[in-house]
């Protein structure tokens, strides 16, 4: 099982689509940290400092940074960004247990003299993942929207602040939770970009975090759906071949275009691994008949090549 885990999250390289382009375009993506043994962003704007983060080579793609890892006040920073009506955050994060209470995730701050409130962010709290979008400078107004999460999985986590909708939004493996906001913008001090860690050592963030992305717009439902199927530019090909039928499932889910034997697992939007098969053209069906109505996701993998695929049960 150890094995098949360890090839099911040995992801290799990103796929950039030209949505998400690394070149800067007005109401787009501003920085982009791949994580992967450095913490340089892609755009050359916001490279991250680092105050103790440790690579590690079990991230969801490649290599990945952690936090913590029994310890606290481990955290990174970078230059102060300029934030407005709109903004969103994406990132790929797993979580160990013991979470702090408050544990800075990645956020802007304010207050004095590192920063006590979150201006934009994650954090966590009582075994939630809370995202929070402060709108003045007293913290008298802000929004928290927060999504239970499990231990010990990857998730790909993404925070959107839509001002001129009054709206904030939370994907987790793109399921989406939504909460009216009560304002339109963002208060926008000049501090700095924190990742790991609130202002105290005690307020850290315990576990891994994988391809970040930060835009100046608030990204759809069709966007994150986008970003998390993003893979390996080499899957391109293997994502176009493939299919699933019928797709919404009943009690059986084929799959169509396979040319040779790959590894897959179904999981639920917790994370949850609900089934493992060995699958090829001769053998290419999986068994949905006791899976209860719902959103699942499907991998197919192999040593070189990973595709995702969502899957709807009826």
């Known amino acids: 099982m150890r094995k098949v885990l360890c090839v099911f999250f040995a992801f290799t390289f990103i796929l950039i689509s030209s949505t998400f382009s690394q070149t800067k375009k007005s109401g787009d993506i501003i920085a982009y940290w791949k994580m992967d043994g450095n913490l340089i962003d892609e755009l050359g704007n916001y490279d991250w400092t680092n105050y103790g983060a440790i690579p590690?080579?079990?991230?969801?793609?490649?290599?990945?940074?952690?936090?913590?890892?029994?310890?606290?006040?481990?955290?990174?920073?970078?230059?102060?960004?300029?934030?407005?009506?709109?903004?969103?955050?994406?990132?790929?994060?797993?979580?160990?247990?013991?979470?702090?209470f408050d544990g800075g995730i990645i956020l802007?701050?304010?207050?004095?003299?590192?920063?006590?409130?979150?201006?934009?962010?994650?954090?966590?709290?009582?075994?939630?993942?809370?995202?929070?979008?402060?709108?003045?400078?007293?913290?008298?107004?802000?929004?928290?929207?927060?999504?239970?999460?499990?231990?010990?999985?990857?998730?790909?986590?993404?925070?959107?602040?839509?001002?001129?909708?009054?709206?904030l939004r939370v994907y987790l493996n793109t399921v989406k939770y939504v909460e009216e906001s009560n304002g339109d913008v963002i208060y926008n001090p000049n501090t700095k970009l924190k990742m790991g860690m609130q202002k105290y050592a005690s307020r850290s963030f315990r576990g891994k975090l994988d391809e970040i992305r930060l835009f100046d717009k608030a990204l759809t439902d069709s966007e994150v759906e986008e970003l998390f199927n993003m893979t390996n530019i080499a899957n391109m090909d293997l994502i176009n071949e493939i299919s699933l039928y019928p797709n919404p499932c009943e009690d059986k889910l084929h799959i169509e275009g396979l040319t040779?034997?790959?590894?897959?697992?179904?999981?639920?939007?917790?994370?949850?691994?609900?089934?493992?098969?060995?699958?090829?053209?001769?053998?290419?069906?999986?068994?949905?008949?006791?899976?209860?109505?719902g959103v699942y996701f499907l991998r197919l993998f192999d040593k070189e090549r990973i595709v995702i695929k969502k899957v709807i049960k009826n």
């Open 56 to 100: 590690n080579n079990n991230g969801m793609f490649n290599e990945c940074y952690e936090f913590n890892n029994g310890t606290t006040g481990k955290y990174c920073e970078a230059p102060s960004v300029s934030l407005h009506d709109e903004a969103s955050i994406s990132c790929w994060i797993y979580f160990y247990p013991d979470q702090m």
């Open 108 to 167: 802007k701050t304010h207050g004095s003299p590192h920063g006590d409130q979150t201006v934009f962010g994650f954090q966590t709290g009582n075994n939630q993942i809370i995202f929070t979008v402060t709108h003045n400078s007293s913290n008298s107004n802000h929004t928290n929207l927060q999504v239970p999460y499990n231990v010990n999985t990857w998730y790909h986590l993404v925070g959107v602040f839509d001002g001129p909708n009054e709206e």
């Open 260 to 293: 040779g034997q790959y590894n897959t697992i179904l999981y639920n939007v917790n994370g949850q691994i609900l089934y493992e098969k060995t699958v090829n053209k001769h053998n290419n069906s999986i068994n949905t008949s006791k899976l209860k109505k």
